[in-house]
């Protein structure tokens, strides 16, 4: 990964900002400056990301056409893909540690973990893989737990959304998110998050 996000402290001196932008450049990477915030630039900004596409897969949207709609709008992996890569067992302590800003509607992710769901590294979360393969493939069973728990939270169905709209719903959290850390000063500038997204998480420059 090319992104290297640099956290300044209240109390960080200018010299050492200095010295880790070197270095950063020195180990050919891009330094990105954040303030010291839950989930600095990136993870911050992924967390809403996250709710969204949950959001969407609790109204009946299968996991596989968001992350398909996403790929097609030009980003390297879909949101549920990328899920199942990190662990589900790590979205499900960061939920704990911070439930207001990972939050969602349902227990879904409490329930994958549970099950002991926790994507590739035990064959199962959101997709299932085969004979400890990397390839995920649509997993009724995710269904049928995404569709008792959005019962049980009261969420309707409404599984009709266009890719456009799922598009429109994952970057718009995106931008939201973003906005809000330019708004508290988690990051100083609207390209820093920019040059976040393009080297840290795959967002499509063009």
Same mark, same amino acid.
Do not use: C
């Given at each position: 990964?090319?992104?290297?996000?640099?956290?300044?402290?209240?109390?960080?001196?200018?010299?050492?900002?200095?010295?880790?932008?070197?270095?950063?450049?020195?180990?050919?990477?891009?330094?990105?400056?954040?303030?010291?915030?839950?989930?600095?630039?990136?993870?911050?900004?992924?967390?809403?990301?996250?709710?969204?596409?949950?959001?969407?897969?609790?109204?009946?949207?299968?996991?596989?056409?968001?992350?398909?709609?996403?790929?097609?709008?030009?980003?390297?992996?879909?949101?549920?893909?990328?899920?199942?890569?990190?662990?589900?067992?790590?979205?499900?302590?960061?939920?704990?540690?911070?439930?207001?800003?990972?939050?969602?509607?349902? *227990?879904?992710?409490? #329930?994958?973990?549970?099950?002991? =769901?926790? !994507?590739?590294?035990?064959? @199962?979360?959101? %997709?299932? $893989?085969?004979?400890?393969?990397?390839?995920?493939?649509?997993?009724?069973?995710?269904?049928?737990?995404?569709?008792?728990?959005?019962?049980?939270?009261?969420?309707?169905?409404?599984?009709?959304?266009?890719?456009?709209?799922?598009?429109?719903?994952?970057?718009?959290?995106?931008?939201?998110?973003? *906005?809000?850390?330019? #708004?508290?000063?988690?990051?100083? =500038?609207? !390209?820093?998050?920019?040059? @976040?997204?393009? %080297?840290? $998480?795959?967002?499509?420059?063009?």
């Amino acid at each position: 990964m090319k992104l290297l996000e640099i956290v300044r402290g209240r109390d960080t001196s200018p010299e050492t900002i200095a010295t880790a932008i070197k270095l950063a450049k020195t180990l050919r990477k891009v330094g990105v400056l954040s303030a010291n915030a839950f989930g600095f630039i990136g993870n911050r900004m992924l967390f809403d990301y996250a709710r969204e596409a949950i959001g969407l897969a609790e109204e009946g949207v299968a996991p596989e056409r968001v992350d398909r709609a996403m790929r097609d709008f030009g980003m390297a992996m879909g949101p549920f893909a990328m899920f199942d890569l990190s662990g589900l067992d790590v979205f499900w302590h960061i939920q704990q540690s911070n439930p207001a800003v990972t939050a969602n509607r349902s *227990a879904i992710v409490d #329930r994958l973990y549970r099950e002991r =769901r926790f !994507g590739q590294k035990s064959g @199962a979360g959101f %997709y299932r $893989y085969e004979n400890g393969g990397r390839e995920p493939l649509p997993d009724p069973v995710t269904i049928e737990l995404l569709r008792e728990e959005a019962a049980t939270a009261g969420i309707a169905p409404h599984p009709d959304v266009s890719d456009a709209e799922i598009v429109r719903r994952l970057v718009g959290a995106l931008g939201s998110a973003g *906005a809000e850390l330019l #708004r508290t000063g988690v990051a100083l =500038r609207p !390209g820093d998050i920019d040059i @976040a997204y393009v %080297y840290g $998480y795959g967002f499509p420059p063009y």
